[in-house]
Every structure is written in C-alpha cells, then in structure tokens.
C-alpha cells in the first residue's frame, strides 16, 4: 500500500452569518468572539470527532487533527486534546497531528511530552506535525515577536528532538528556554521517534530543513493541485539538488475533494459548504497576512502587493463553484471523475500521501460521512498502489506495535467478583 | 548646514551610517530616530544643528545600517546607542540625547542605564510606556494606507515623507515602502511586539535629570494621554504640547520643536569641567 490517505477536518464553525464579509474584518484574530455558542459546539465537536471516528472505521490510513488560534474555521486551539481521544476511540489509523505550534509552547518540552503521551496512548499511531505557524496563530494571537520566530522555532525543535533522543537528564542553555533538568518522561514508542511532518508554503529554508533532517514536507494549500504545482516542482528540485532519493513519500499534500455518484450530484450536494468555506472562512484582514519580520525581504519581493491597497479591501468578489472546479481548488464529482483527478494530483504534484478534506465549512454530517464512503469504497481502493516502486518505503510512516492494547469496552456496571487480594489483611 | 553621512563601527561590530553636523564646537546631541527612520526632511536638524553639533544615527534595519541580527532585546539596543557614541567619541562629554517615537524609548534606556552621563534629554512622542485604557495602534497589523493617517496629523505630509502610504499610491512607491517598512519594523518588533512595552516604568526613576516631553497634539499613535503618564513617572520632566502635529512631529512642526529644545538646552547650559566641544 504505497499512497496514503488521511482523512483531515479543520473543524470549522458552520454559523458564519451571510454577511460575515460585509461586517467583519477577519475570519481570525479579532474574529468577534460572540459568534462562538459553546452549545452549539457541544454537538459540534462531537460530530466532527465522530467524523474522525468514521474515517478509522472506512479504512483511511489516517485520520488528521491541526491547531489555530481565534480562527473561526478551526476549532482546535489544542489538537492534542482531539488527538487524545481519537486515540482511545480508534485502533487502526495513523493519528495525525499537523500539527504542534512548537514555538508557542512555553516550554517546548510540553510537545515533547504530549506527544510521546499520543503516540504511547495510541500504540504508536502518531504522526508529529512541527509547523512554523502562520502569522496570525504565533505572532498576533500568541505574540510571538516576527523577526525571531524562526530562531525559537529553530531552538525548540532542537529541545524536542533531544530531549526524545537522550536516556539521561541533560541542562538545555537556550535563547528562549534555560532549563536546568530535561527529562522526557514519558517517552514515545516509535524510534527514534514518531514520523514528522512539517507543514511548509515554499521557502527554499523549509525544503532544507526537511531534507536535512529527511521529514515529510507538508504543502497544506487550500487552493488546490492545479495551483500547487510550481511550489512541489520547486520542492523536487531542490530535493534532486540536494541528492536525495525522490521518494514520494517525502511530501503530502491537502486537497478538498467531494464525491457523489455523478457530477451533478456533487455540485447539488456540496457546493453550498464548499463555497461557504472559500467566501466566508478564507476572509482574512491582509494586514494579518504578514507582519514586518515574518518574512524575508527576497520573499516579499516575489510577492504580489495588491491586497495591501485600500480599494482591494472593499473588493470581495464571491468565488464560483465552476471557478473552484475547474481550478481544481476542488476536486468533486462522480467516484470516476474524483479518481481521475487524484490520480493527477497523486503523479503531478508526486506526493505519497494527501489529505483528504472532506468536510468543508458547514456541510451536514450526513452529506459528509456519503461524500467519505464513496471515495473510501469507490476511489481510494484505486490509487493506493500508483507508486508500486516505493511500495516498501515506510520512512515516513508509523510502526505501530503489533501487540497494541486497545480500550476497553465502557463500563456499565460494577464486576461481580471483587478482585483477587481485596479484604485480605 | 553642511550634512555629513559616515560609517562607523561599533565595537560589537555592527555597521552604522550617521549623519553629523554643525559647529565643531557646538554641544553634543544625539538624536534617534523613530519607528519610520530618518524621513527626508532636514528642518529640525538644521535648525538644531545652527548651534550644537548634532549626530543622527540609523538605528538596525534602518536606512544603511544594517547587521540587525546582532540585536535581540531592549538591553543590546541600549547598550547599542552607547557603543555608537564611545564610537563617536561623545560618550565622556555628556551627550543630550533627543529620542523621537521608537528613538525616545531607547533614549530613556540608555538615559536609566547611565543617567550621569548624560546632559539632558528630550523626548518626542516617545513610545515605551502601555495604559491599557489607550492601547496604541497595533503597527504590524496596519496596511500601508493607513500609516500616513495614524503617523502624521498632514496627509500632504504623510505622501510627501512616507510614499507608498497613501490611498492611491502608485505599485512601485507601495512596493518600496512595504519592503523597506518590512525591514523596519521587523527589526523594531524586537522591542515593539506585540506591545511596545518592555517595563522601561520601572527603570525610570534612575532619571534624576530634567526631561523635555514634547508631544504632538493630534498623535494618532501614541495618544496625549501618555504625555500625562511620563509626566507622573519622571522624577523631574517639562511638558510642551504642540499644536498642528502628530506622532511625526520633528516633520510636521520642526520649528516648534527647535525652539522648546533651545529653550530646554539654554536652561541647561553644559557641565563644567566637559567644554562643549572637547573631545576624548
């Protein structure tokens, strides 16, 4: 089984009024928090979690979790606590947490230890996302000063992987985090520790860092393969620059998709939701895009500025779902129309591994679990073996223990028999 | 005034272009910049410069300094503006340092660090305190337009001194200022992000020296209302308030402000025994 499929949710908040756009400056950051029913999410994450649920029970090889921060299209300021019950309530799938915002946690052992706690829970099912963050999760919403969060990246990732590698406490002298006594406790069952991935949007220095240390380099794009292939073109020339193996299990990639049994049925289904998510969750203030110090000079030069003026804060020009099919931003349609064009993406962008958005903005569960079923049962049976020459490079997946414990059924009632040794004295 | 450009180097070792001029034997005074760098307006500096013998540096990231990364935190900053003046040659000839915006908060560092050696100090709608009744303007998160509105009380002003700001800014002015404004602030986020704020209150009491406060009455950006707080903080401190002004007052009232900074320094005459124009 060479390509993997993992099923992914962002876990976005369906009750974004029709005139979000028209009345509000961000979908995230200053997001009026007033929008949030914690009633409503009551249910809503159970769903959503039931979905991830579901998505184990269909056969997908993983099933996927990420954080945000004040971000009214996610749901997950902690992954881990998502994470932490995916791994009791599944037994199969690779839990996937793209992942930890490791500059933000104070100290970054935290991750060291939450993480070793999933992949211990879970058998060894973790997958290990280390993302830089974006600008609006680690510098406006957790205050990361610009200019020096790659360098705090940079150090806690070090923190981490040290402090799962060493069998003794060791002193950590760093810019950011002094700490005398580190000793990773637990740790994880995967060795020398669980597969990462690092979520990355093209910067030569992410493609780097990922080869240099052989992780999976993750392009979480929402606008689709189409659109992605110059960045992966990029990306596997640098790798054939660097002299590695092209495997393509080095790099995934995300993609909305939606499946019906026709075409017709697809855009009849899903396209309310999925427009939904473009037209209102994508709606971020371009004075949160990328604050002075984010990026480097040479990556604002090969940028377009546009969005920065005044009049293109006024232009909101509503995404079509024809446009979003035809740009491939979606992949939609009948199980045969979705094969042909995963099995495009699988060989263009040359990935091993996608994840698999099947739910978008405020799409029903119910069209979510059919849209989920066909693809599991009609699509990905299809394009698991589209790389038949890597069919044994599992370096950038987990190894679960075989004799893995799984949870118990829930107990209804107290056993009959005390245990053996109770009321002795 | 002829304007002198140098380049010196700091015994750190960072590069830093600064621009110099008037009498040989006028008094010392550093002025620092704020958080737009040096604009191309010289009134303030030449009417100062008539008398004192005025040194302008350009902070890191700035302008033609560069080697930004040496610096990390308020303390390297600090010791930064006195490694320029022993670079100068005016760190044992009580220099008084004019600090403007981001310029006045690391004036008021260096002034709590070594207040004795300083001859005076004057501060312009610095930055460096937080009242969480008037939270200043998140300057990281302002798209281009919007910095000649909160900056500068002239929008004529604003487009003369910051293009790229303006609402019709042609693509090549809005590109320039968002790379250069990238380069500047990227490097103040290091003292300004996500609050400009770096508990310099509690320092301020080492100031045993008379502090000029000059504060543009429409600023935008540092509201009057922290005039009233550095007032309540400094142990000796004179507030003129100027009218027709924002947060870039030396370009927007150059005139006002020389003439409150005269008066300050005629008050002020130099310490005896350091002759005004002595050198070390």
Redesign the interface.
């Known amino acids: 089984m060479a390509v993997r499929f993992t099923w992914f949710n962002l876990m976005p908040w369906p009750e974004l009024p029709d005139d979000f756009r028209q009345t509000t400056r961000s979908v995230w ?1 200053d997001i009026p928090n007033r929008l949030y029913d914690p009633v409503r999410g009551n249910a809503l994450y159970h769903e959503y979690m039931d979905q991830l649920e579901y998505a184990d029970a269909l056969g997908f090889d993983g099933i996927g979790v990420n954080e945000h921060h004040q971000n009214g299209y996610g749901l997950m300021p902690s992954p881990n606590i998502i994470a932490a019950s995916l791994a009791r309530r599944t037994s199969r799938a690779a839990i996937c947490v793209i992942g930890n915002s490791i500059a933000l946690y104070n100290p970054p052992i935290r991750v060291a230890e939450e993480f070793a706690m999933l992949d211990v829970i879970s058998g060894g099912r973790l997958v290990a996302g280390f993302p830089v963050g974006t600008p609006m999760d680690t ?2 919403c957790y ?1 990361q ?4 969060t790659r360098d705090k990246y940079a150090e806690a990732h070090e923190l981490i992987m040290r402090a799962w590698a060493e069998d003794e406490p060791f002193a950590f002298d760093g ?1 950011y985090n002094q700490l005398r006594w580190v000793n990773c406790w637990p740790k994880p069952i995967q060795k020398p520790h669980p597969p990462i991935y690092i979520p990355g949007g093209g910067s030569i220095e992410t493609f780097d860092f990922c080869l240099d240390y052989d992780y999976n380099y993750s392009y979480l794009s929402f606008y689709g393969y189409l659109a992605a292939r110059s960045l992966m073109d990029s990306y596997w020339e640098r790798v054939a620059a660097r002299g590695k193996d092209t495997s393509p299990h080095r790099a995934a990639f995300a993609q909305i998709i939606a499946v019906a049994e026709t075409d017709a049925e697809a855009e009849r289904l899903y396209s309310e939701h999925i427009l939904y998510f473009f037209n209102r969750c994508l709606h971020v ?4 895009l ?6 480097t ?1 040479n990556t ?2 090969a940028t377009s ?2 969005r ?3 009049q293109q ?1 006024r232009n909101l020009p509503e995404v079509t779902w024809q446009q979003l099919v035809d740009g491939g931003m979606v992949i939609a349609g009948s199980p045969e129309t979705v094969r042909q064009r995963m099995e495009e993406l699988i060989k263009t962008l040359h990935v091993g591994h996608v994840f698999c958005l099947f739910h978008s903005g405020n799409q029903p569960d119910d069209k979510t679990r059919y849209s989920s079923k066909l693809f599991a049962e009609r699509v990905m049976p299809h394009l698991h073996d589209l790389w038949p020459e890597w069919d044994h490079d599992e370096r950038w997946w987990i190894h679960p223990l075989e004799s893995r414990v799984r949870p118990g059924p829930p107990i209804t009632a107290t056993p009959a028999e005390a245990p053996v040794g109770a009321g002795a004295h | 005034m002829d304007v002198e450009a140098q380049t010196i180097e700091t015994r750190r070792g960072a590069q830093v272009r600064v621009f110099s001029g008037g009498p040989p034997d006028g008094r010392p005074v550093l002025f620092l910049h704020g958080l737009s760098g040096l604009l191309d307006d010289p009134r303030f500096a030449e009417l100062l410069a008539q008398d004192c013998r005025l040194f302008a540096p350009e902070l890191p990231g700035y302008g033609a300094s560069g080697d930004e990364a040496l610096f990390e935190d308020m303390l390297d900053f600090s010791l930064h503006g006195w490694d320029i003046l022993v670079a100068l040659g005016l760190d044992r000839q009580q220099p008084v340092l004019i600090g403007h915006s981001l310029g006045g908060m690391l004036a008021a560092e260096m002034a709590c660090l070594a207040p004795r050696d300083v001859g005076g100090l004057v501060l312009v709608d610095p930055l460096g305190l937080w009242l969480d009744q008037q939270p200043i303007p998140d300057v990281f998160a302002m798209l281009p337009y919007e910095f000649g509105e909160v900056l500068f009380a002239s929008a004529e002003r604003a487009a003369a001194l910051l293009p790229g700001t303006t609402d019709l800014a042609d693509p090549e002015l809005l590109r320039d200022f968002v790379i250069a404004n990238a380069r500047r602030l990227g490097t103040a986020g290091k003292l300004l992000f996500p609050i400009p704020n770096r508990r310099l209150s509690k320092r301020l009491y080492r100031l045993d020296v008379d502090v000029l406060l000059v504060w543009g009455e429409d600023d935008r950006y540092v509201p009057p209302a922290y005039a009233e707080q550095w007032t309540a903080l400094l142990p000796r401190a004179e507030l003129v308030r100027v009218p027709g002004a924002g947060h870039m007052l030396p370009y927007e009232q150059p005139a006002a402000l020389a003439e409150a900074v005269q008066a300050y320094l005629a008050r002020r005459p130099a310490p005896a025994g350091v002759p005004a124009g002595a050198s070390s």
């Open positions: 950051v510098n406006f205050g000063i610009p200019a020096l810019k203030y371009a004075g949160f990328d604050p002075p110090g984010y990026r000079i604002i030069k500025l546009t920065l003026q005044r804060q």
